[in-house]
């Protein structure tokens, strides 16, 4: 006896075995009871999401001559119920749209639907894949669709319902078969299993569950190639060997790495992935999911029903979960759906793999310059993609070639000099605060960060009387003075200077007051290039974004 697969084997046969579309299994019931049953039905959804098989159901409802009316239960065992099990009833007619796509097929269709059934109380005819159907066939079809003879029915079913002319979708009852969850395709493949007696591990079902896509025929059809390779108990680790799927535990380690910014150990996991057989789209693919489940736990928490994981897979997900935060993974996978395409159709599509993870193990080096101006709005560091380290610690610093004991001469030593600078200032005036407004301004830099000693250093101690210090920003620094002003940052900059000048209460800021200038050039006189380009980059706004991104401005554009 020729074997039949578990898709076919294990295929519904009434409504109350539908796995995953109730609501629609219920509302033809309903139908049925109701003797409310339509001339014609459009079932769409994508592949293997049981639309064939509800049509043959609903077929065997109508016809099960067990019964002498439609019946929500057919028996399955009277002659018509078997001859639509397998295809070969005469009053159920199953037509492939593909290869039967002419007109002359649905005219031939349309004149044979006159006769009545041989057998049956209907004449049940059901189109797969209609929407490959001609314009001209579609059209042929109308008029006995619109008002077709009491004993004709009629089932189409499509996996494009878009291709499916208005007119035809106008005149049947349209149903939208959703996709299978993965927690319901995965308890079925633990029946079926359970059915044919093979032993199983627990972590094989839920990554086999989710690469079938929402498709109940896709996962039986994978689960059929596994149990094919003739090993038992089947685990997860078959998946990586017979079916291609990326090992996980690879997966988490190329993220982990990516989470360390660890550029080496970053390009090291690409190259295992790849030596085991997996191609660079299969990694794209792959951390599009991982991350998706990261940024879920990440917003939601570990135990969110969002995330279809093991509970191992969830302790994991909320460990590498706190090396990211939410925009650095929603960046990441927007990054890297569009690097999807262009690794699918590059020739090099391994070197624009490793340069993007390198980019996002390496992202806390890059900053723009919305990042840095809401840096500097907001009085505290942009959001950061993953945990920095120390300078010191950093393989990256300029310090990593030293030795620990270097290194920690290095730390005494600047923590000495922070001391020193501490001891300096107990005892001031506004002299001595002034020849000390540098190193202030470094502090500022340690403590308060790039952002806020940017916008403070055209500001000089002008006065100190009555313990309130106030700076002076320079004549073209109105911008800066009011960034400093808000948000904030005028208290952090007042809390800060008070532990460093001992009498000090409360920071003032004002403007200094523009010098006239002897000789100015009229409306009329134009300004040389070279002039315009020296007022820019003399400009505090300008040079507060340029020391944030420590970059060089290479060229000017006039608007």
Known sequence: MSYTVLARKYRSQTFDDVVGQDPIAQTLKNAIKTDRV?????????RGVGKTTMARILAKALNCRSVDKPTIKPCCQCDSCIAVNVGEDIDVIEIDGASNNRVDEIRELRENAIYRPARSRFKIYIIDEVHMLTVSAFNALLKTLEEPPSHIKFIFATTEPNKVIATIQSRCQRFDFSNIGPTVIAQQLKSVLKQEKIKYEEDLILPLAKMANGSMRDGLSLLDRLISAGVQPLSASLLEEFLGCPNSEKIWGLIEHIGNSDAAGTLTAIEGLINSGIVEVQIVDSLIDYMRDLMVVKSTGPDSQLVILTDQQRARAAELAEKFDVAALVYNIATLEKLRWAVKNSDTSRALLEASLLRFALSEHFLNVDQLLTQIKSGAPAP???????????????????????????????????TEFQGSIESFDIQSMKDNWPDTLKLINNELGPGTAGLLSTTIPSRFEDGILTLEF???ATMQRRMCESNGRMEQIQALLSK?????????????????????ATPTQAKTVSQKRAELLNDPAVKTVLMGLDATVTSIEEE
């Open 384 to 418: 950061i993609k993953k945990k920095v380290q120390r300078a010191v610690d950093n393989p990256s610093s300029p310090l990593s070639h030293f030795t620990s004991e270097e290194k920690q001469s290095v730390n005494r030593e600047l923590q000495a000099t922070h």
């Open 500 to 520: 460093q000048y001992s009498g000090l209460t409360k920071l003032k800021f004002e403007t200094a007051k523009p010098e006239q200038v002897e000789t100015q």
């Open 474 to 476: 320079g004549p073209s």
């Open 38 to 46: 339509a001339h014609a039905y459009l079932f769409t959804g994508t």
